[in-house]
């Protein structure tokens, strides 16, 4: 069972900086060498050349961002697997009961991935409070007022992120907005409601969407813009149903001139993707011969096809399932560019990856998630067959372009509506005007159903399935009908509060409904 197989990382800049210099030199400066966010290197530190003053307390939330507890296992199965798109794959045992309850429900109170997400999530937003705290009160530190607002626009973008994903997996959690001494008063920091959870989400948003810039030099890729707080903030307005603000704050990044749908669905997820025309913000990662592993995230390799030999390049978890490749339509381009189908002795030949490899017999589950299978080419440069470099998409164009739709179909503006929507499937056309013919429909209804399809096929295995599930009301009905029979309305749209969270609390953290 591989349940906390955590890679270490350097945590000392120190350190950090060792890493780099070994790395420089001995590799070319090339893509494969760019600096990971939230890392110093010799061109940065301690700030110049761009970077700021709090940039070391602001990068220290960023690589919070790479912690396994946060966009690995736990973010993985609580995001992806409880979901219809993905079984828990990898083989009957792997991952226990943290692992099997994700898949088919109720979900204990003692669930390890639950306490780690809390735990891992908590973290980032400590590491945005310090930065925030150095902002605010650290006189030591001189900078200008503009300055000064744009790394706390930084912060609270990161908070907000945070707490966004808190308040959507636990409903009631703490609202821990300021640095304790004390990490036991933390712990007994009683919970908030959702409303104020998202009452705070939309003013840290707001604040970074007003202060942010809307992009950064080449040296700093991946930090928050005014894009992101705007794409971010579009969504949280969108799960609270608020329809017209979603509009306005999707319409700042469509309007922004910042972002274009990368030309190829095929090529956007893999590495020459990342950072394209198409990413609003992602997490960044980073390997080298050198450092293989340091300064990267195990989403992939979490993912990755589990099998022996050269096919040994993952656990094998969060497959497809047989639900979502119904879902797509004939010829739909998208779904062999998300699914990874296995060969068998039946059909030999079907098991094909992106490069043009034939998977072996006999591997443990028949499908894998293509999104995340990495260049054989880049494994061997690097010496890492994990796939630790692959950034983690976190927001795209067409994401925010479909979020638009929704919005705009659910105020009465189908014509908008209908003109997103079509952007996003001429895309995924690719110029084959046979397939995917465009949605015409003017009936609301009908409309909302496309759109939804749309969401699903689009974003495929890229972990907003379950929420949108829940935030359109359907989450029950629609996972039962997949064959998750256990799923509780009442009970299983939030994780249980972690039991370790309160007994560390004293009892001050009480639990959600039905645990």
């Excluded at 908030?192 to 809307?214: G, H, K, R």
């Excluded at 465009?438 to 096929?457: C, F, G, K, S, Y």
Aim: with cysteine; charged share 20%.
């Amino acid at each position: 069972m591989k349940l906390f197989n955590k890679v270490p990382r350097p945590n000392s800049i120190a350190v950090l900086l060792l890493a780099v210099a070994s790395t420089l030199a001995s590799c070319d400066k090339d893509f494969l060498d760019r600096a990971p966010q939230g890392q110093y290197t010799q061109d940065n530190y301690p700030y110049p050349g761009g970077s700021g003053p709090y940039d070391q307390y602001l990068f220290g939330a960023y690589s919070s961002l790479r912690d396994f507890n946060v966009h690995s296992q736990s973010f993985i199965a609580i995001t992806s697997i409880r979901s219809d798109d993905a079984d828990k794959g990898s083989t009957p045992a792997d991952g226990g009961a943290n692992a099997i309850d994700m898949d088919n429900f109720p979900v204990a109170v003692n669930n390890g991935f639950a306490n780690a997400m809390w735990s891992g999530y908590f973290n980032l937003v400590n590491k945005a409070n310090i930065a925030l705290d150095q902002v605010a009160n650290n006189d030591e530190i001189v900078a200008t007022p503009e300055v000064k607002v744009q790394s706390e626009a930084e912060a609270k973008f990161l908070r907000a992120y945070a707490y966004f994903m808190l308040v959507r997996v636990y409903g009631r959690v703490p609202l821990i907005d300021k640095v304790f001494e004390d990490p036991a008063a933390q712990a007994n920091v009683p919970q908030s409601t959702p409303e104020q959870v998202y009452a705070l989400i939309e003013s840290d948003l707001q604040f970074a969407a007003a202060n942010l810039p809307m992009s950064w030099s080449p040296t700093f890729v991946g930090r928050a813009t005014k894009g992101a707080a705007s794409g971010l903030l579009a969504k949280v307005y969108l799960t609270q149903r608020k329809w017209a603000p979603a509009m306005t704050a999707a319409n700042a990044v469509i309007t922004s001139g910042q972002y274009s749908l990368f030309p190829s669905y095929d090529r956007l997820f893999r590495e020459e993707g990342e950072n394209s025309s198409e990413s609003v913000f992602e997490v960044q990662a980073t390997s080298s011969p050198a450092f293989p592993d340091a300064n990267g995230v195990q989403y992939a390799q979490v993912q990755g096809v589990r099998g022996t030999g050269t096919w040994d390049l993952g656990w094998g978890w969060n497959t497809p399932s047989t639900n979502l490749e119904a879902e797509y339509e004939a010829g739909d381009p998208r779904k062999n560019r998300t699914i990874l189908y296995t060969s068998t002795t039946s059909s030999p030949t079907e098991g094909l990856t992106i490069y043009g490899e034939k998977t072996p017999l006999g591997l443990p589950n028949p499908r894998y998630n293509q999104k995340v299978y990495t260049n054989p080419s880049r494994r061997a440069a690097v010496n890492n067959r994990f796939g630790h470099w692959f950034n983690v998409r976190v927001l795209r164009y067409a994401d925010v372009l479909l979020m638009y739709a929704e919005a705009a179909n659910e105020t009465g503006n189908t014509t908008e509506a209908l003109e997103k929507l079509e952007m996003v499937r001429a895309r995924a056309r690719a110029g084959n005007n046979a397939i995917l013919l465009p949605v015409t429909t003017t009936n609301q209804d009908e409309l909302r159903a496309a759109i939804r399809h749309e969401r699903r096929v689009e974003l495929g295995m890229e972990h907003d399935r379950f929420f949108d599930l829940v935030r359109w009301g359907i989450a029950g009905e629609t996972l039962r009908a997949a064959g998750k029979t256990n799923f509780n309305d009442a009970r299983d749209i939030l994780l249980p509060i972690p039991q370790t969270q309160i007994d560390l609390s004293k009892g001050v953290l009480t639990q959600n409904p039905g645990y």
